[in-house]
């Protein structure tokens, strides 16, 4: 039997969008802040690395990547 181990979605308080293995207590965030993976708020749940990957890619580009979408659009 496989257990599974989740990958949760969550973001710093400087904006970034980061994600940790279940049972990892602290991530620390390309900023320098060490945040502890149980405090904060999980935007999101999945199952696989590749997941949380694509999970934090996409989430990152609607926070940062809209301005620039939306000028490429409207040429
Ligand atoms: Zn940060």
Excluded: H, P, W
């Amino acid at each position: 039997m496989e257990l599974i181990t989740m990958y949760f979605i969550f973001r710093c308080d400087c904006g970034r969008v980061l994600y940790a293995k279940e049972g990892v207590a602290t991530r620390k965030c390309v900023c320098g802040k060490t945040i502890k993976v149980k405090q904060r708020r999980i935007f999101k749940k999945v199952e696989t690395r590749e997941e949380a990957s694509l999970a934090v890619q996409e989430m990152q580009d609607e926070i940062y990547g809209n301005t620039d979408f939306k000028r490429a659009s409207e040429l």
